[in-house]
């Protein structure tokens, strides 16, 4: 039926010439990554933070947010009391959670980009749900670019992954840029220096 | 009937303060996605890899859709293939009721636009909502989008919120963008929460690993597809790319040729359905595969859709994108629209200046200009036209469809535009697509300077 006719269409109609594929190999910027990372922070709208070790991010965490809030914490090395998530009936009732404190896999230097997979989420809706989205990566999984992150990832097994860079935002009404769409409306990153 | 982008721009010329103020908003999105290609020093080498990744994966296409739908089915996935829009449509309506959907959450998808399957759902007493809050915006004003990237960049704040008191009762007269953004977003979220199902886009396809990639800002195609039990990608088969690692490349210039932003905020990569969730993939021909065979247009296919060569249109800039009266606007859309149908879009090709700034900042290095003169050159000596049009269109194709005049032309747009300070040329030009007697000008001062040079 049609899968046939347009394999068949294509077949018949794509251009002869050979086109190879080009060569990947891109120069890394210069710099140290973390500060490139840094730098990026402002720049995608995240508030960002450095942690010395995983106490430490659980102090820095209880600073931003003192209030008595609905909180996930995903990270078992971050000592702060939250909602199982195992026991949800409906994903639903995540809705207006105040905090989810997730880990991140990699991060990107040249755009502030942090992978998050489900190897990490047991809900995919939980870095989008919340109002306030802590990420919190280790100072040793910053990487340069793009090029470097997917090749990195080659092998990764996942069954679903996203690039995050600062808190959900929107700019369609004249251009403003309004941080707060259909996402989080606040985001931190915490690097965590000494991961131990 | 379709009206002509002349007929239609001149009424949007009308209004001098909104034209001035839209040129403005769109060279502010150049300004910016100028700073952001300039910040990257291998920004040329990564147009010619982009470029050349995309051509090698069209003139192989179908073999990376096979492998592209074998990896997807390993997946989990289910894949469908749609000759047409209609087709399109119908496998969406019939995942839909297979599943007794009722309300749909869409996010934005130029194709599903393309496809025009909002109408047909609805006709079927389906609820869509468009979640991307540009586009939700005209949603509610019934207007088409008038920009690929931004689809409300024509309307005023005011009209924004005098629409959302309308719609949803919020407070009148309050045109604060973070106000509004955020009525909207309560709105949405509710919507979110009742979707029986979640339709999005996809930027990029990679026949390795059988993924799609969705990028967005708003966060809205995640919020939908993760919430809902039930995700359907609809994809045009152009979007395929060979490897993951290719990915590198675009998603390293879409967000910086479409805003100016160094990434999108989401790049999200869909592999395999959700726990106790259901996920397909539509796959469009669409009359692609037939523009595959034509040599002067195949390579339009690379386009990702990144909207720059709209904001750096001077004719885009003052006419609007709904004077185009084609899904797809501004210089792609000129030279995509003949493609579905040369009689009824013929007039488009004809609405440049061919001054070639869109090929310049065209991340894959779609020779755009050229395309548009191709176009011309071919609807000259067609039969396409109506009479009355078919006069001064085809003297217009004599002269610009002349190589010599047009490499003049070109080169002389191309030096005013590298040599002059943004303000004097993009003034000249302005003048020059705000008056259309300028349009003759240049036409006259060329074809005298062809006759001198023929005797
Ligand atoms: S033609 Fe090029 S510049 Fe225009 S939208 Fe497509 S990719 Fe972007």
Redesign the interface.
């Known amino acids: 039926m049609s899968r046939k006719e347009i394999l068949e269409n294509i077949a018949r109609n794509k251009p002869s010439g050979e086109y190879k594929l080009p060569d990947l190999t891109i120069r890394p910027q210069e710099g140290k990554v973390d500060e490139l990372f840094e730098e990026m922070m402002p720049k995608v709208s995240a508030k960002f933070e450095k942690a010395k070790d995983y106490s430490a991010v659980a102090e820095i965490i209880r600073k931003h947010f003192p209030g008595d809030i609905r909180i996930v914490n995903l990270i078992e090395k971050v000592k702060i009391p939250g909602i199982n998530v195992s026991k949800l009936k409906n994903i639903k009732e995540l809705n207006l959670l105040d905090l989810a404190i997730i880990k991140g896999d990699l991060a990107v230097a040249e755009n502030g980009a942090i992978w998050v997979s489900d190897q990490n989420l047991p809900h995919r809706i939980l870095p989008f749900i919340c109002e306030n989205l802590i990420l919190v990566i280790d100072k040793k999984n910053i990487v340069n670019n793009m090029h470097e992150v997917y090749r990195l990832q080659n092998n990764l097994d996942y069954n679903y992954g996203v690039f995050i860079a600062g808190p959900s935002k929107t700019a369609d009404i004249e251009q403003s840029l309004v941080v707060g769409a259909q996402g989080p409306r606040n985001m931190l990153v915490i690097l965590v220096e000494n991961q131990a | 009937m379709r009206g002509s982008i002349k007929d239609n721009s001149e009424v949007f010329l009308k209004n001098e303060e909104r034209t001035n103020w839209h040129d403005k ?1 769109l060279w ?2 150049r300004e910016k996605r100028d700073l952001a290609a300039k910040s990257i ?2 920004w040329e ?2 147009r ?2 982009a470029s ?2 995309k ?2 994966t ?5 073999q990376y ?2 492998e592209f739908e074998e990896n997807a089915l390993k ?1 989990g996935v289910k894949v469908h ?3 047409d829009g209609e ?1 399109h449509n119908r496998i969406i309506e019939e995942i839909l009721q297979s599943h007794q959907v009722k309300k749909v959450v869409k996010s934005k998808s130029m194709l599903t636009e393309e496809c025009h399957l909002n109408p047909h759902l609805e006709s079927k007493g389906i609820e869509v909502i468009d ?4 586009e939700r ?1 005209i949603q509610l004003k019934k207007e088409p989008p008038s920009h690929i990237v ?4 024509h ?3 005011e009209e ?1 919120s005098e629409l959302f008191h309308e719609k949803w009762n919020t407070e009148k007269g309050n045109n604060d ?2 106000y ?3 009525q909207a ?1 309560l709105s ?2 509710k919507d ?2 009742t979707a029986d199902a979640a339709i999005t886009g996809v930027n990029f396809a990679v026949a390795e690993t059988g993924e799609v990639v969705v990028c967005t ?4 195609a ?2 939908g ?3 809902a039990p039930l995700q359907i990608h609809s994809m045009g ?1 152009e979007k395929l790319i ?1 490897q ?6 675009f ?2 210039m879409l967000a910086r040729s479409a ?1 100016g ?14 726990k106790e969730g259901e996920m397909h993939i539509v ?1 469009v ?1 669409n009359k692609r ?5 034509k ?1 002067k247009y ?1 390579t339009s296919l690379k386009c990702i859709r990144c909207g720059a060569c709209m904001n750096t249109c001077p004719i885009y800039r003052r006419s609007g994108g709904h004077s185009y009266e084609a899904t797809i606007p501004g210089p792609i859309g000129s030279i995509l629209a003949p493609n579905l149908d040369t009689e009824k879009y013929s007039d488009l090709p004809f609405a440049s200046t061919l001054c070639g700034s869109c090929s310049d900042v065209c991340p894959v290095k779609i020779n755009i200009h050229e395309q548009l003169f191709f176009w011309r050159q071919d609807i000259g000596r067609s039969n396409v036209l109506p009479k009355s049009k078919k006069i001064s269109m085809k003297i217009m194709a004599g002269v610009l469809g002349n190589p010599a005049v047009y490499k003049m032309f070109g080169k002389m747009m191309r030096i005013s535009l590298k040599l002059l300070p943004s303000s004097i040329f993009e003034n000249k030009l302005n003048t020059w697509a705000k008056n259309r007697k300028m349009m003759e000008a240049p036409k006259e001062s060329f074809q005298e300077w062809y006759q001198k040079r023929k005797k």
């Open positions: 908003a502010f999105v020093p291998e080498q990564l010619e890899k050349a990744v051509m090698h069209l003139s192989n296409l179908d859709l096979i997946n293939w749609a000759k087709e979640t991307d809050l540009g915006i931004m689809p409300a960049i309307l005023k704040k924004v963008p973070v509004l953004t955020y977003r949405l979220r979110f929460l800002n708003e966060g809205n995640d919020v597809t993760h919430i088969i060979p993951r690692e290719h990915l590198g490349i998603t390293r805003t932003q160094p990434v999108t905020v989401y790049t999200s990569h869909f592999r395999k359905p959700k796959l021909d595969s037939e523009r595959l065979s040599e195949w």
